[in-house]
């Protein structure tokens, strides 16, 4: 399946919001269910989505499906997320510090990913996932 910019913004977009699912389900069990602090709650929810959300953009949004490169896109993949995970760990903290609140440790990770996302979007598309240019004539990737 190939689709245009719009539609893998969609596509994107309906992935993240399955990350976020995840992600939050993983933050909120483990911080206001368990009891664990909110970092740890976070670092753990953001690494159990992590994986899924790199298969499922690869696979389904840019239609990937041949051999993954751990060095072109798995570990770029996960140092974004790292990234990301150190901007959410850093507003969890805060949010813990001054409201000692679900809601706030909640709604603090969401606005770090938040603050990363589109630059993610741009990673994937134009750098990780980005297919080689093509020769209008021959059909044949160009060198």
Not at 121 to 136: E, G, I, S, W
Request: hydrophobic letters at 50%.
């Amino acid at each position: 399946m190939s689709w245009g910019l719009l539609g893998r913004l969609a596509g994107y977009g309906t992935v993240s919001a399955g990350t976020v699912v995840v992600t939050q389900g993983v933050l909120i069990v483990a911080y206001a269910v368990l009891g664990w602090p909110a970092v740890v709650a976070n670092v753990v929810a953001v690494c159990v989505a992590a994986g899924p959300a790199y298969y499922a953009n690869r696979r389904w949004v840019w239609a990937r499906t041949d051999r993954h490169s751990v060095t072109r896109e798995i570990l770029p993949f996960w140092g974004y997320s790292l990234a990301g995970l150190g901007v959410s760990s850093l507003f969890v903290a805060l949010a813990e510090g001054w409201w000692h609140s679900t809601v706030a440790v909640s709604g603090a990770n969401l606005v770090g990913f938040g603050a990363l996302w589109v630059g993610k979007f741009l990673l994937l598309d134009r750098v990780l996932f980005a297919r080689p240019a093509t020769h209008r004539v021959t059909g044949t990737p160009e060198r």
